[in-house]
Nanobody, 119 residues
């Protein structure tokens, strides 16, 4: 049974930093592309970043490029998202998602972790 469990969200001031984690189980972690996707209040889903199984291909949305770093530890079955210089518009629920075909068609999602950027 595939499980994705996010953690690390919270309340942070503008300009601050957070590190999100996503602990995975139930599948061969290193074989799959994983993504971070967020949903701001009252808005639709927004793709943030993706990383292939071997971490050789990484992509970021323009909205976070230069401020976020995605990484993975295949030995620990864990996905990360480090976020810096956070802005109020980064406020959202952040989900990790498994992308079996590396084409943004996700088959499993975590429950999400709330990130709130506010002074």
């Amino acid at each position: 049974q595939v499980q994705l469990v996010e953690s690390g969200g919270g309340l942070v001031q503008p300009g601050g930093s957070l590190r999100l984690s996503c602990a995975a189980s139930g599948f061969i972690f290193s074989r799959y592309t994983l993504s971070w996707v967020r949903q701001a209040p009252g808005k639709g889903l927004e793709w943030v970043s993706s990383i292939k199984g071997s971490a050789d291909i990484i992509n970021y949305a323009d909205s976070v490029k230069g401020r976020c770093t995605i990484s993975r530890d295949n030995a620990k079955n864990t996905l990360y998202l480090e976020m810096h210089s956070l802005k109020p518009e980064d406020t959202a629920v952040y989900f990790c998602a498994k992308d079996p075909h590396s084409d943004f068609s996700y088959d499993h999602w975590g429950q999400g972790t709330q990130v709130t950027v506010s002074s």
